[in-house]
């Protein structure tokens, strides 16, 4: 099991700096999240963001949890993915999800709230960053966005693709079976669920890969990339054994990633105190 940890707090220029320190001190990844207006947040932009953590580290994974693509153009998306890909010498990961509606960066402006819509525009705009990214030019021609042959150069340094991550709401098959098609999956459970139920769906998992459709334009395993099984939560910082107790149940349900996400405690003294603490390894 790998480790990281969201700056669920901070500006960019804390992120730079909360990141590098989290690198120092063992995490495996450092993630911000992608929200535009909040409850009165102060929230910077996650790609600058993300750049000054690029530019502060040198080892972990950087990516939000979780990008919203649906409210972006997908070339500027897949321009701003590959921009940081290379800033941060192929660091990058894509967890994905249909964008939380309580920031007013959806409906509020105008932009698609309806869950199938949103989704299908999800589905599009990776097809389209995974054609975009391998170089060369490329052209798109599907239901809610076409365009003409163009390159988008340079491309990322990870290849065929960017790691991409889509969150699975379990037992919602759509969303499941859209992760899936990439890389890895960031799991969601109901409110309180076991690890026991994790085990149930990385059984599921590995029924549906085991049958998986090759590689194509639209997503597909890529030969020798693991797929990911990604879960956050919180575990205590002052109790090493507890915290290690929490993620050993998870890494044998099948989670190869813990993501110490503590959204109720958001301010930058309890941060950095878990930050410092290191990662919940067992």
């Known amino acids: 099991m790998r480790y990281g940890i969201v700056l669920t707090t901070g500006d960019a220029r804390t992120a730079g ?22 409850a009165g947040l102060a929230l910077d932009d ?12 040198e080892r972990v994974l950087l990516g939000a949890m979780v ?33 939380a509606l309580d920031d007013k960066g959806f409906g509020n402006v105008g932009e698609p709230v309806g869950a199938r819509e949103r989704a ?13 990214g391998r170089g060369g030019e490329a052209s798109f021609d599907g239901q809610h966005y076409q365009f003409g ?13 960017i790691p991409v991550w889509p969150v699975g709401a379990w ?3 759509r969303s499941m079976e859209r992760a899936l098609r990439w890389d890895g999956v960031v799991v969601q459970l109901a409110e309180g669920a076991s690890p026991a139920l994790l085990s149930e769906v990385t059984d599921w998992i590995g029924a549906k890969r085991a049958v998986a459709a090759a590689p194509s334009d639209a997503g597909g395993a890529v030969p020798g990339r693991p797929f990911e ?36 405690h958001a301010d930058l003294e309890a941060l950095r105190a878990r930050i410092a603490a290191g990662p919940p390894r067992h």
């Open 17 to 38: 700096n909360l990141a590098a320190a989290a690198e120092a001190a063992g995490w495996d990844g450092v993630f911000t999240f992608d929200a535009l207006s909040i």
């Open 67 to 99: 990008f919203a693509p649906t409210r972006r153009r997908p070339w500027l998306f897949a321009k701003e993915a590959f921009t940081l890909d290379r800033l941060s010498g192929g660091r990058l990961v894509l967890p994905v999800g249909l964008g």
């Open 229 to 264: 099984v990604v879960v956050d939560g919180t575990t205590p910082p002052d109790d090493p054994a507890g915290a290690a107790s929490i993620t050993r149940a998870h890494a044998e349900a099948g989670a190869t990633w813990w993501i110490e996400a503590d959204w109720d």
């Open 46 to 57: 996650p790609w600058v963001t993300l750049a000054a953590m690029a530019l502060r580290t």
């Open 171 to 173: 037992p919602h098959a």
């Open 120 to 132: 299908e525009l999800l589905d599009e705009t990776l097809a389209i960053v995974e054609r975009l």
């Open 149 to 161: 042959p163009m390159a988008l150069l340079p491309s990322p340094v990870q290849q065929p693709r």
